[in-house]
């Protein structure tokens, strides 16, 4: 009976032997699928690329044409000085007065150095006034060919420090005339000139700024500032933009210290141009005007009591009775808010607009007075407006 049972024993262990085994086999199979399932794909090998570098403008073609139109310029001056030790003593001159009626003066000689901008091949040169001064005996300018020639004076603005003179030579190399109206702020400009006599001297930069005012520099003012490097000696200097084009005459300079500080005030190509031109055309800048009359700004307080809405305006503090405002209905204290149709700003604004006013025209001018607003038709005649610092 055993024998009849061990066959089929024998048989029953084998199958559950295998199984085992096709089982095992299963479960391996379904753990290296699921291992291959979970595992991340891996990304393909890419170098990375360098990122470009930054392209640096270059302007040394725009520099070496525009170098050749920059001269140096030193003006030959007497100036007036007195004898007193008390010269320099405001208590004296204020009790006192002229010191030279009690000390007698003398005539020094002074010299003036700058740079200068050759704007026409028969030998015009556009120049701060402050550059050439008063009383000038005598005017050099030092050529880009290392030349010396002598020149004369053809005109002087203080009013927007512009000067022009003329020098007996032709063929020279000019900076062709930009447009100021099209600057931007951020645009880059080149300042050129003689900076402590380092004759054609290039510095870069950009606009700073445009239509600064009231900084103190002259009584038109609409400055453009540039943080190129400008220093002693780059006065009456050209301003150029990328193209090589005169777009300011370097003027001034903001600083504590005397020299660069990064920021620097140039009188724009298109109000040195009308001058330049009025300069050589009638040896004067003919300007609108309305008659004898001193504004002052509009304080806090003024305003105020003027029952004006804001410090914006130009304060009248005296006018002459002749004068053609008087003579259309403006008086002192007044507040002149409107020019032509424009607001004005302030002092500086509205003596802008007024000697831009085409002479022989009819300005209107908006006033505040005891609260009210009134128009006024002002004849606008050849003259100036004086503003109070």
Request: with cysteine.
């Amino acid at each position: 009976m055993f024998k009849r049972l061990a066959v089929p024993l024998a048989l029953v262990l084998c199958g559950f032997a295998s199984g085992l085994v096709i089982t095992g086999r299963l479960r391996s199979a379904q753990e290296t699928s699921a291992q291959r399932v979970a595992a991340p794909a891996r990304a393909p090998q890419t170098q990375a690329l360098p990122l470009p570098a930054p392209a640096v403008p270059d302007f040394s073609t725009v520099a070496s044409r525009a170098v050749g139109g920059v001269v140096n310029i030193s003006s030959l001056q007497i100036v007036r000085r007195s004898n007193s030790p008390f010269a320099s003593d405001p208590f004296f001159r204020y009790f006192f007065g002229d010191e030279e009626d009690w000390f007698g003066g003398r005539d020094e000689r002074e010299l003036s150095l700058g740079s200068g901008v050759l704007v026409s091949d028969d030998g015009y040169v556009v120049t701060n006034s402050h550059v050439i001064g008063d009383n000038v005996r005598e005017i050099k300018a030092v050529l880009p060919d290392k030349r010396e020639v002598r020149g004369r004076v053809v005109g002087t603005d203080p009013m927007t420090d512009i000067a022009v003179v003329k020098f007996n030579t032709a063929g020279l190399p000019v900076i062709p005339w930009g447009d100021s109206s099209k600057l931007k702020v951020g645009q880059w400009v080149l300042a050129i000139g003689s900076p402590f006599q380092f004759n054609q001297t290039v510095t870069l930069g950009i606009v700073s700024a445009l239509g600064r005012k009231n900084i103190g520099l002259a009584e038109y003012e609409d400055f453009i500032q540039t943080d190129a490097a400008i220093n002693p000696g780059n006065s009456g200097g050209a301003l150029v933009d990328a193209r090589g084009e005169l777009v300011g005459i370097n003027t001034a300079i903001y600083s504590q210290s005397g020299g660069y500080q990064g920021i620097g005030f140039a009188v724009p190509s298109n109000l040195a141009r009308r001058v330049f031109h009025d300069l050589i055309k009638y040896g004067e800048v003919r300007r609108g005007s309305i008659g004898a009359m001193v504004v002052a700004p509009l304080t806090t307080e003024v305003a105020r009591e003027l029952a004006v809405r804001s410090t914006e305006g130009a304060y009248v503090s005296r006018m002459s009775p002749s004068s053609e405002a008087y003579q259309a209905g403006v008086r002192p204290g007044d507040v002149i808010v409107g020019f032509n149709g424009e607001r004005v700003q302030d002092p500086s604004d509205f003596l802008r607009k007024v000697t831009d006013a085409t002479i022989g025209s009819t300005a209107t001018i908006d006033i505040v007075r005891d609260g009210r607003r009134m128009q006024v038709r002002v004849p606008v005649v050849q003259g100036g407006v004086r503003r109070r610092r």
